[in-house]
C-alpha cells in the first residue's frame, strides 16, 4: 500500500490535478507530469529539497577538506586518503540496514532532526581537533569522521525513503533527477568554498560552517509534516531482512542493486582518490584553487547528468539510458586515467561527472519507479549500502593498489568493469509483468 502524505499542504494527488486543471483553464504553463519542474509544483517536496541543497554544500565543503588533509596530514599517502573516506561513508555499508528499518518504523520527522543534529555536533568537534593543524592527531581526525559518518548511515535512508514520495508517483522521476542534481550542484559550490577557504584560513573554518549549514535542513523539518512509515507485517529479523526478501523476489531491483555494489566498489575508487590523482598524474596540489577547480568540474558535470534524467531524457527509457551511460563512463574514466596534464583534465573530468550521475539517476529511477511503499526504506537502505558504503572499501583498497602499482591500473580497471555491467544491465520490465507481483509476505 501507498503511504499516505499527511502535509499540511494539498496532497500531492490534489495538486496534480490542479495544475493540470491551471494548465487547461488558464493556458499559462504546459503540465508535464515526470519532469524535474512538475515536482518542484508540490511545496513540502520544494521546501525539504531546498533546504537538503544548503546543507549538502556544507557536507562537500567539509568532505573535499577532509580529503586534501588527510592526504597532507599523512605526508600523502594513499591509503590514510581511503581511510578517511572509508571513516566517512564506511557506515553505509554496516548501518544502512538498521537505518532503512527505521525509516520504516519509527516517526520520521524526529528521527531525521535528531540524526541532524548528531551531525551538525560531529562537525563542531572536528573543527576543534584540527585547530592546530600541524599538530592534529591522525587518530581522533579518523574517529570523529567515523561518528559523523554513523550518524548520516542512519539518516540517510530515511532521506532517500521519503523524497520521492512527497510527490504522486508520476512525478517520480522528475524528483528523484532533482534530488541527484542537488547532491551535485552542492559537489560544485562546496568545493569551490571549501577549497578557497581551506587555502585562506585552515580547515578548522570550513568545519565550523559545515556546522552551521545543517541549520537549513532542521529548520525545514520543523515547518513541514511528513508521511508516516505504513504499518509492517513483519517483526524483528523479518523487518530487518524485509529488503533482500523483497529484492530476491523482483528481479529488475536485484539487478539494479548488484549493478550499484559492483560499480561503487570496482568503477568509483577515482572519487575517493581524487587528491592522489591530482598530485601523482597530474602534478595538482590538493590545497590549490587547482583542485577546487577540479572538483567542481566533476560536480558540475554531474549535476548536468542527473538534472538530464529529468528534463532532456525525461521521456526516455531509463533502464536503455542506464546501459548506454556505463558505456560511457567506461571511456571517460580510461581518458581521465591516462591523462598527464592539467588543462585537458577540466572537460573530461566534467564528461566524466555527467555519465556518472546520469546512470546513478536513471539506475535509481529504475528501482524506485515501482517499489513498494511498505518496504521503501529498507530498499533504498541496502540502495545506499551499494552507493555510498562500498564506495570507501574500494577507495581503501584503490589506495593500497595504487601504491603498489598505481592509481592510473585502478582506474582502468574500473573501466573495464563499467563495459562489463553495461552487457549485464537488462532492466526493462515486460510490459504484461505487473511491476508490484514482488510484494513482501
Known amino acids: 500500500m501507498r503511504a499516505v502524505a499527511q502535509i499540511d499542504d494539498p496532497t500531492p494527488t490534489d495538486l496534480c490535478i490542479e495544475d493540470q486543471e491551471d494548465a487547461l483553464l488558464e493556458g499559462d504553463r504546459t503540465f508535464t507530469p515526470g519532469t524535474a519542474a512538475s515536482a518542484l509544483r508540490h511545496r513540502t517536496f520544494r521546501l525539504i529539497y531546498f533546504g537538503a541543497f544548503t546543507s549538502n554544500i556544507g557536507t562537500w565543503m567539509q568532505n573535499v577538506v577532509l580529503g586534501a588533509l588527510a592526504y597532507e596530514l599523512s605526508d600523502h599517502s594513499a591509503a590514510y586518503v581511503g581511510l578517511i573516506m572509508f571513516a566517512q561513508l564506511g557506515p553505509l555499508l554496516l548501518l544502512s540496514m538498521i537505518g532503512g528499518m527505521l525509516a520504516d518504523t519509527v516517526d520520521r520527522k524526529k528521527l531525521l532532526i535528531i540524526l541532524t543534529l548528531e551531525q551538525a555536533l560531529g562537525s563542531i568537534v572536528l573543527a576543534f581537533v584540527v585547530l592546530h593543524e600541524a599538530s592534529t592527531s591522525l587518530l581522533a581526525l579518523f574517529l570523529v569522521t567515523l561518528a559523523i559518518g554513523i550518524g548520516n548511515a542512519l539518516y540517510a535512508p530515511t532521506f532517500s525513503a521519503i523524497l520521492p514520495i512527497l510527490v504522486p508517483r508520476e512525478d517520480m522521476a522528475g524528483a528523484i533527477s532533482l534530488n541527484s542534481a542537488q547532491m551535485n550542484g552542492s559537489r560544485v559550490i562546496g568545493p569551490a568554498i571549501g577549497s578557497f577557504l581551506y587555502a585562506a584560513y585552515g580547515a578548522s573554518w570550513v568545519f565550523v560552517l559545515n556546522a552551521v549549514s545543517y541549520l537549513a535542513i532542521i529548520v525545514v523539518l520543523f515547518k513541514v509534516a511528513l508521511p508516516q512509515p505504513p504499518p509492517s507485517r513483519t517483526q524483528g529479523l523479518h523487518r530487518l531482512l524485509e529488503g533482500f526478501t523483497y529484492a530476491r523476489r523482483d528481479k529488475v531491483v536485484a539487478r539494479c542493486l548488484v549493478i550499484i555494489f559492483t560499480f561503487s566498489l570496482l ?16 602534478g595538482i596540489s590538493p590545497r590549490s584553487a587547482g583542485y577546487g577547480l577540479l572538483y567542481g568540474a566533476f560536480g558540475l558535470g554531474a549535476v548536468m547528468g542527473a538534472l538530464s534524467i529529468g528534463t532532456v531524457f525525461a521521456r526516455s527509457s531509463m533502464a536503455r539510458l542506464t546501459r548506454i551511460g556505463l558505456l560511457s563512463f567506461a571511456a571517460f574514466l580510461a581518458v581521465f586515467s591516462l591523462l598527464r596534464h592539467p588543462p585537458p583534465a577540466y572537460p573530461v ?17 529504475v528501482l524506485q519507479q515501482d517499489l513498494d511503499d511498505s518496504v521503501r ?15 570507501p572499501i574500494g577507495g581503501l583498497l584503490g589506495g593500497v593498489i595504487s601504491e603498489q602499482l598505481s592509481i592510473t591500473i585502478v582506474c582502468l580497471a574500473g573501466a573495464v568493469v563499467a563495459v562489463g555491467l553495461a552487457v549485464y544491465a537488462q532492466l526493462d520490465r515486460h510490459p504484461l509483468v505487473d511491476p508490484h507481483i514482488a510484494t513482501v509476505d
Do not use: R
Open 377 to 391: 526504506g529498507k530498499v533504498m537502505a541496502l540502495w545506499i549500502m551499494g552507493f555510498g558504503g562500498t564506495v
Open 349 to 365: 573530468i566534467f564528461g566524466l561527472g555527467a555519465v556518472y550521475f546520469a546512470v546513478i539517476t536513471s539506475l535509481s529511477t
Open 267 to 282: 568503477s568509483l575508487p577515482f572519487i575517493t582518490q581524487l587528491p592522489t590523482i591530482a598530485g601523482d598524474n597530474l
